[in-house]
Antibody
């Protein structure tokens, strides 16, 4: 059974960089069939896609966050990571990592990790 | 702002049928997936590729698309169906994932 697990600080100061890692177990991140992405959900609000990465390293970012988001993949560790720079309180959210199939279905989600931006 | 539009709130009487809609130009070209999210939990896929149910999803859940509108139908809603529902597809460029704003379903 595939599992995704987010890890990283739960508290980040304003203007700093939020960094999270997603560890994939029970399957290979190097499969050509899947994309790996980050999705967040501010308190009481809806889901927002931040970006995704292919095992080859190709990346796709949300147009609204493109200037602040970097996603990378480490196939040797079966992990992919998110960096979000210059954070503000508006970046406070639950951050999910997820796997998306080639047919657009997001079939596996991590449990989510809550990140608060506060001094 | 989302390229997929959903009604924020929908209610249904217990045992009745309810439809949740999602509108967006990209839905004319790309398939729609639906996710159910209960408080404090990660979303769960309930319908994909217009009308396919993953294993374990009750057959009271179904999906359809007409033009730029996708619909999730629950036939005989149960109390456990009370949740937020999100549609998901690609944006008009085809490269980016996009979600609807979500619909909060209340079962009365």
């Amino acid at each position: 059974q595939l599992q995704l697990q987010e890890s990283g600080p739960g508290l980040v100061k304003p203007s700093e960089t939020l960094s999270l890692t997603c560890t994939v177990s029970g399957g290979s991140i190097s499969s050509s069939t899947y994309y790996w992405g980050w999705i967040r959900q501010p308190p009481g609000k809806g889901l927002e896609w931040l970006g995704s990465v292919y095992y080859s390293g190709s990346t796709y970012y949300s147009p609204s966050l493109k200037s602040r988001v970097t996603i990378s993949v480490d196939t040797s560790k079966n992990q992919f990571s998110l960096n979000l720079s210059s954070v503000t309180a508006a970046d406070t959210a639950v951050y999910y990592c997820a796997r998306r199939r080639a047919d657009t279905v997001i079939d596996y989600w991590g449990q989510g990790t809550r990140v608060t931006v506060s001094s | 702002s989302s390229e997929l539009t959903q009604d924020p709130v929908v209610s249904v009487a217990l045992g009745q049928t309810v439809g949740i809609t999602c509108q967006g130009d990209s839905l004319r070209r790309y398939s729609t997936n639906w996710y159910q999210q209960k408080p404090g939990q990660a979303p769960v896929l309930v319908i994909h590729g217009q009308n396919n149910r993953p294993s374990g999803i009750p057959d009271r859940f179904s999906g359809s698309t007409s033009g730029k509108t996708a619909s999730l139908t629950i036939t005989g809603a149960q109390t456990e169906d009370e949740a937020d529902y999100y549609c998901n597809s690609r944006d008009s460029s085809g490269y980016h994932w996009v979600f609807g704003g979500g619909t909060k379903l209340t079962v009365l």
